[in-house]
């Protein structure tokens, strides 16, 4: 009975939230203003930031965020690098990085998504500017130029390499009634290194 009464928790506190993460998205999307629904996403977000749901939810896995309520949710992200001669003409370009198999790119490709949204969090707080708004830039820069110097090791005739961040963009769902994914692609940053 003890764990009949804790699956039954467990499987209604993810209903719940996943529920409430839905509608609310809804709403917001469609600027619906509704205070009761905000009163209740309010008490929600109480409930899932305190430190004991946080320990409960990185145990039991609620905590996965688009993985677990729907995989390829996210927008998909990926690291492009481009070296240069002397002439500036492009030597060699890659989006793999030699790895030999699908699933090592992929791990990958989750830095590039983590590496966008620690960007995207950046620019939240560029109006507000400290060392360690800073300090965050010069790491995230630094993520790019080592993922650089990783492919200039290979060349010995490069100049200067660029490395980008791109987004794969999709048609918008909710005017496109025959949807698919488009390979639209848009630049999410950029940085050039001078060797």
Request: glycine share 4%; aromatic share 18%; charged share 25%.
């Amino acid at each position: 009975m003890k764990y009949k009464l804790y699956f039954f928790l467990h499987f209604y506190i993810i209903g719940i939230l996943a529920l409430n993460s839905v509608v609310y998205s809804y709403m917001e999307y469609q600027n619906i203003k509704n205070t009761s629904i905000e009163n209740f996403n309010d008490i929600l977000n109480t409930f899932r930031h305190n430190s004991i749901y946080n320990i409960y939810a990185i145990l039991t896995g609620t905590n996965t965020g688009y993985g677990f309520y729907g995989i390829n949710v996210a927008t998909n992200k990926f690291f492009v690098v481009e070296l240069y001669d002397s002439n500036d003409k492009i030597i060699h370009k890659t989006s793999t990085f030699g790895f030999k198999n699908k699933s090592n790119l992929q791990r990958f490709n989750v830095f590039s998504s983590k590496t966008a949204n620690y960007i995207a969090e950046l620019n939240k707080e560029n109006n507000k500017k400290s060392k360690a708004t800073e300090m965050k830039e010069k790491l995230t820069k630094k993520y790019f130029k080592y993922i650089g110097l990783r492919e200039v090791e290979k060349y010995d005739n490069c100049k200067y390499y660029i490395v980008k961040l791109y987004t794969i963009i999709p048609d918008d769902i909710w005017e496109n009634k025959n949807y698919f994914l488009s390979k639209n692609v848009g630049e999410y940053k950029s940085y050039k290194f001078e060797l």
